[in-house]
């Protein structure tokens, strides 16, 4: 083989090779674009999320803060209704 047809058929595979690398290329960046599409997806889904557990904590807290209220006025009206029975009890007497 002469030096023409080899240098000729080392082009060939060269461009062969180049265009498979090419192809590969498109289909990793495809791949990547996908990819982060996905990420910002989830992204979104986390921010989402994180919006919604901040509410259900301040839902949480303020029935705590009620509940807290509640039992106050309770253990207020236990005391109230003990000492009118002391009362009741020392009128009796």
């Given at each position: 083989m002469d030096e023409k047809k080899l240098a000729e058929l080392?082009?060939?595979v060269i461009k062969e090779?180049?265009?498979e690398t090419n192809q590969i290329i498109r289909a990793l960046?495809?791949?990547?674009?996908?990819l982060k599409a996905q990420?910002?997806?989830l992204s979104l889904d986390v921010h989402?999320?994180?919006?919604?557990l901040a509410a259900v904590r301040q839902e949480r807290q303020r029935?705590?803060?009620v509940s807290d209220i509640r039992a106050g006025r309770t253990e207020r009206e236990i005391?109230?209704?003990k000492s009118r029975?002391?009362?009741l009890e020392q009128q009796d007497n």
């Open positions: 080392i082009r060939s090779e180049l265009q960046r495809d791949g990547q674009e996908e990420m910002e997806g989402k999320l994180h919006g919604e029935d705590r803060d005391l109230e209704i029975l002391d009362h």
